[in-house]
């Protein structure tokens, strides 16, 4: 079975400081990577996609298939990036995501 | 265009009790999911309708049924709330189409407690 891993639950940064939130993938296949994000109180939301390769509010990740991983990654880290970040994974087809546990980030100012 | 609503936002039962929770979508996506959302478990597929007439189970199916009434519309019944049940609800929903990185979009929640 597809599994994602996301082996912080917690991660504290000061503003202004690089940022990278793991997550790791257990799957043979060529699979549909993805990050979300919720805000405090606020619903899910996309934050980027592999297929993309875009910078969304200065996050990037990069699907690296040898190590079976898709880090987001983010230079300077501010307030507002405080949030839940979730890993997910869909392997090639119409099925349903498949998300980690989630890693709670907080900027500190 | 209000995309994915979900009802009610908030809902205390007892032990034993029943209810249904609601969710429409306005994107005319063929798939549907409900999730529930526990601290430290991340999210967990309850059940899915890839298309309208179909639903499958996902990871924690038990103490649950669907309804897809139409393309719109994926409800989620409780027939005998459990404490266990307590959690975040979130329904999505997604075009559907295979092989296009479909994202899902997911509805405000809905905060469910048994008591």
């Known amino acids: 079975a597809q599994r994602v891993t996301q082996p912080e639950k917690l991660l504290s940064v000061f503003k202004g400081a690089p940022v990278e939130l793991k997550c790791n993938y257990s799957?043979?296949?060529?699979?549909?990577l993805f990050w979300y994000v919720q805000y405090s109180r606020q619903r899910l939301q996309l934050l980027l996609r592999h297929i993309s390769r875009e910078s969304i509010k200065g996050f990037t990740a990069d699907l690296n298939k040898g190590e079976t991983s898709f880090h987001l990654k983010k230079p300077f880290a501010q307030e507002e990036d405080s949030a839940m970040y979730y890993c997910?994974?869909?392997?090639?087809?119409?099925?349903?995501?498949?998300f980690g546990k989630g890693t709670r980030l907080s900027v500190i100012a | 265009n209000a995309g994915v609503t979900q009802t009610p936002k908030f809902q205390v039962l007892k032990t034993g009790q029943s209810m249904t929770l609601q969710c429409a979508q306005d994107?005319?996506?063929?798939?549907m999911y409900w999730y529930r959302q526990d601290p430290g478990m991340g999210l967990r597929l309850i059940y899915y309708?890839?298309?309208?007439?179909?639903?499958d189970k996902g990871e924690v199916p038990n103490g649950y049924n669907v309804s897809r009434l139409n393309k719109r519309e994926f409800s989620l019944r409780l027939e005998s709330a459990a404490p266990s049940q307590t959690s975040v609800y979130f329904c999505?929903?997604?075009?559907?189409?295979?092989?296009?990185?479909?994202?899902?979009?997911f509805g405000p929640g809905t905060r469910l407690t048994v008591l």
């Open positions: 994107m005319n996506h063929n798939s």
């Open positions: 997910a994974l869909r392997v090639m087809g119409n099925t349903p995501l498949v």
């Open positions: 799957y043979s296949g060529s699979p549909e």
């Open positions: 309708s890839a298309s309208e007439g179909t639903t």
């Open positions: 999505a929903s997604s075009p559907g189409a295979s092989g296009s990185h479909n994202e899902q979009f």
